[in-house]
């Protein structure tokens, strides 16, 4: 039971390069998200998928855009990277009915934009 | 607006030393609130969540819905809990969003 799986676990992107963050969870859970955590602001929330085939913005969405592709992966893309998303994302996912929200994470991707 | 907020960034005590990591939040209705935590080198996990009232490794939180905090404590700190802290809670809606603070730095000395 591998739980939430994220890949890459480090990258490194020039500005305005695209890239993909993969994720997958083998919990059967409805609900995933995507988190960045930054120094001083804590994680926050960029989208989130409360079930499969729905997607919603989060607090940042800006410069980002996800797919729900089935009920395990929820990938998130950065179509034109900026040094401003230098950070650490994390991929969650829980089930309101199931896991009474408690949320699971993924071990995290650290991105560096130059 | 919902809000959690955990006024130190860092907090530094002596192995034994009670612990306390504060958390304020802002919220209309019933909050369900949470606190995570995350070892080096470890993803963030759940420690403790209020609903449960039990206590992991040693640590215990409770809500007060008057001062509107949900503060962490330890009454003996050991240097394993050294770990970034997050305390969080459940958006409005039943989406399971959380709403994460800053996050507190426990350093446990030896």
């Known amino acids: 039971n591998a739980g939430v799986t994220q890949t890459p676990k480090f990258q490194v992107l020039k500005t305005g390069q695209s890239m993909t963050l993969q994720c997958a969870q083998d919990?059967?859970?409805?609900?995933m998200y995507w988190y960045r955590q930054d120094p001083g602001m804590g994680l926050r929330l960029i989208y989130y998928?409360?079930?499969?085939?729905?997607?919603d913005k989060g607090e940042v969405p800006n410069g980002y855009n996800v797919s729900r592709l089935n009920k395990r992966e929820f990938s998130l893309r950065l179509e034109s990277a900026a040094p401003s998303q230098t950070s650490v994302y994390f991929c969650?996912?829980?089930?309101?009915?199931?896991?009474?929200?408690?949320?699971?994470f993924g071990a995290g991707t650290r991105l560096s934009v130059l | 607006a919902q809000r959690v907020t955990q006024p130190e960034k860092l907090l530094s005590v002596f192995k034994g030393a009670p612990v306390e990591l504060k958390c304020n939040y802002s919220?209309?209705?019933?909050?369900?609130l949470f606190w995570y935590v995350q070892y080096s080198r470890q993803r963030l996990q759940l420690l403790l969540r209020?609903?449960s009232r039990e206590s992991i490794k040693g640590f215990t939180a409770d809500l007060n819905k008057g001062e509107t905090s949900f503060h962490l404590k330890k009454p003996f700190a050991q240097e394993e809990d050294s770990a970034m802290y997050y305390c969080?809670?459940?958006?409005?809606?039943?989406?399971?969003?959380?709403?994460f603070g800053q996050g507190t730095t426990l350093q446990v000395k030896p």
């Open positions: 919220y209309s209705g019933s909050p369900e």
């Open positions: 998928s409360a079930s499969e085939g729905t997607t």
């Open positions: 209020h609903i």
């Open positions: 969080a809670l459940t958006s409005s809606g039943n989406t399971g969003k959380l709403i």
């Open positions: 969650a996912s829980g089930d309101v009915a199931l896991a009474k929200n408690i949320q699971y």
């Open positions: 919990m059967n859970h409805n609900s």
